[in-house]
């Protein structure tokens, strides 16, 4: 079956650390999205791209970076300069930025010890 | 700038019994859509619907309905007979027409249905 798997589910990072996430899909999009969600808050864009070696900055970028070197994959490293990286990342993808039939992956929860 | 505001954070029901959850937004575009997703504890979001700002007509979709209205900025989404199976936390979302960027979520509501 199609869809987006996001690995690992859960992760602990220490302080200092870069940590990678990873996205792959196997739908054919073009577009592909990372998402942090924190406890009662909603979804806010962190990057996104909209063709592979193509990404562009969402509203909370600082302190994350992104690659998109192969259309199945958007991993996200998440690094030091982050402050608060604890929290929730969904993946998601989309046969365009412009359609808004939009598939998530499963998420991995971050957490800093 | 865009905003969507889900007001309710927790609702809890028993089950069988009928549950609405709010969704307001605010745009000064005249073309949009809105979108409800269900966030069961699995994590992954799962798509309901889509509703694009020139249909107002309700739907109805099994146990499911939503609402939407223009005059209010409001699109609101009822559960009939809740389930144990519906606890989750439900998102309402906004994206403008021709946007490349995102969808503007609420925070979230999380429903608890009891048995």
């Known amino acids: 079956d199609g869809g987006i798997t996001q690995s690992p589910k859960y992760l602990f990072r220490k302080e200092g650390q870069n940590v990678t996430l990873s996205c792959e899909q196997n739908?054919?999009?073009?577009?592909m999205y990372w998402y942090r969600q924190d406890p009662g808050q909603g979804l806010r864009l962190i990057y996104y791209?909209?063709?592979?070696?193509?990404?562009q900055k969402g509203d909370i970028a600082e302190g994350y970076s992104v690659s998109r070197e192969k259309k199945e994959s958007f991993p996200l490293t998440v690094t030091s300069a982050q402050k608060n990286p604890t929290a929730f990342y969904l993946c998601?993808?989309?046969?365009?930025?412009?359609?808004?039939?939009?598939?998530f992956g499963s998420g991995t929860r971050l957490t800093v010890v | 700038a865009q905003k969507v505001t889900q007001a309710q954070t927790e609702i809890s029901v028993v089950e069988k019994e009928d549950v609405t959850l709010d969704c307001v937004y605010e745009?000064?575009?005249?073309?949009?859509?809105l979108f409800w997703y269900k966030q069961p504890p699995s994590g992954e979001l799962v798509f309901l619907i889509r509703r694009n700002s020139f249909d107002e007509q309700n739907e109805i979709s099994g146990r499911y309905s939503w609402n939407f209205q223009k005059s209010t900025s409001s699109f609101n989404f009822t559960i009939t007979a809740s389930q144990v199976v519906d606890s989750a936390v439900y998102f309402c979302?906004?994206?403008?027409?021709?946007?490349?960027?995102?969808?503007?979520f609420g925070s979230g509501t999380q429903l608890t249905v009891l048995p």
């Open positions: 745009t000064r575009d005249t073309t949009y859509y």
């Open positions: 998601a993808s989309s046969i365009t930025v412009r359609d808004y039939g939009y598939t």
């Open positions: 739908l054919n999009h073009d577009a």
């Open positions: 979302a906004l994206i403008l027409f021709g946007s490349a960027r995102q969808l503007t």
């Open positions: 791209s909209q063709i592979v070696n193509d990404f």
